[in-house]
Nanobody, 111 residues
């Protein structure tokens, strides 16, 4: 079974940037869609961004214009470039493919 491993989280000041990575181990991505979700303390997990094999991407409204999702199929890796970060972006970020979830990476944005 494929495992998804996120990395790149950390502590950053508001206005800063982080780049998250999600590496698929065991085999290549197979699903047409791969996604990023996040879960803030006391809140439900929410969709952040998704990308189709073709490269077409979709974003939740709150991150449009600030986050960019990409996928390198040759490296079996998906990325989330996060710019202009806000304190409300603080959450654990998870990558997802066809029902398989990573363990998450913590992103903390200080004001």
């Amino acid at each position: 079974q494929v495992q998804l491993v996120e990395s790149g989280g950390g502590l950053v000041q508001a206005g800063g940037s982080l780049r998250l990575s999600c590496a698929a181990s065991g085999r290549a991505f197979r699903a047409d869609f791969t996604d990023w979700y996040r879960q803030a303390p006391g809140k439900e997990r929410e969709f952040v961004a998704g990308i189709h094999l073709s490269g077409s991407a979709t974003y939740t409204d709150s991150v449009k214009g600030r986050f960019t999702i990409s996928r390198d199929n040759a490296k079996n890796t998906m990325y989330l470039q996060m710019n202009s970060l806000k304190p409300e972006d603080t959450a654990i970020y998870y990558c997802h493919e066809a029902g398989v979830w990573g363990h998450g990476t913590q992103v903390t944005v200080s004001s």
